[in-house]
């Protein structure tokens, strides 16, 4: 059984740098064709695609946060973090990672989402 | 402005049946599969369908999904309460949009 959990703070500045940890179970990341992403919701909107690492550190990231986005995995410790520069009041959101089964990218999806954790950026 | 295009609303009473559409272009549901997943309020989405068409383990048969060229639908027959949820559809694409996109979300009501 796959399990995956979000963990990070739940306040930050304006201009401060996120992290956020997904901490997962059921799954290796050193295992080829898996990857693990990462979601995000702003309170009462849609959801919006941030990044994906996969097992073999390939990376992709949203066109238009690309620049503030950094995704790394630890295998060793099965967990993969996001930073996210410059913070700003509309990075509010609740943050979501989740597993991805195949690295076909016309076949994309997630099978298994973490809880997500709500981080407010305010001063 | 999402990429996918949704209706924000639909709504159906217990025992109906409702679609919900997802539209695209030929960069994201015209060239890639088209997955769906569910939100319960307060929780985390659920994936409902994937591949446009198939059902994960556990997911009742009272939903089905389907595409054509750059639209796809989900359909939920027999509704019943606990399906009030926001459905989201989504799909890789395969232009500067990507490489994720969604839909902006139905909110769905059980009458």
């Known amino acids: 059984q796959i399990t995956l959990k979000e963990s990070g703070p739940t306040l930050v500045k304006p201009t401060q740098t996120l992290t956020l940890t997904c901490t997962f179970s059921?799954?290796?990341?050193?295992?080829?064709?898996?990857?693990v992403g990462w979601i995000r919701q702003p309170p009462g909107k849609a959801l919006e695609w941030l990044a994906v690492?996969?097992?073999?550190?390939?990376?992709r990231y949203s066109p238009s946060l690309k620049s503030r986005l950094t995704i790394t995995k630890d295998t060793s410790k099965n967990q993969v973090v996001l930073t996210m520069t410059n913070m700003d009041p509309v990075d509010t959101a609740t943050y979501y990672c989740?597993?991805?089964?195949?690295?076909?990218?016309?076949?994309?999806?997630?099978?298994?989402w973490g809880k997500g954790t709500t981080v407010t950026v305010s001063s | 402005q999402s990429v996918l295009t949704q209706p924000p609303s639909a709504s159906g009473t217990p025992g109906q049946r409702v679609t919900i559409s997802c539209s695209g272009s030929?960069?994201?549901?015209?060239?890639?599969?088209v997955n769906w997943y569910q939100q319960l309020p307060g929780t985390a989405p659920k994936l409902l369908i994937y591949?446009?068409?198939q059902r994960p383990s556990g997911v009742p048969d009272r939903f089905s999904g389907s595409k054509s060229g750059t639209s796809a639908s989900l359909a939920i027959t027999g509704l019943q309460s606990e399906d009030e949820a926001d459905y989201y559809c989504?799909?890789?694409?395969?232009?500067?949009?990507?490489?994720?996109?969604f839909g902006g979300g139905t909110k769905l009501t059980v009458l």
């Open positions: 591949s446009n068409n």
């Open positions: 059921g799954l290796s990341l050193s295992t080829s064709g898996v990857g």
């Open positions: 690492i996969y097992w073999n550190d390939d990376k």
């Open positions: 030929s960069s994201n549901i015209g060239s890639n599969t």
């Open positions: 989504a799909a890789w694409d395969d232009s500067l949009n990507g490489p994720v996109v």
């Open positions: 989740a597993h991805i089964p195949t690295t076909v990218t016309r076949l994309f999806y997630m099978d298994v």
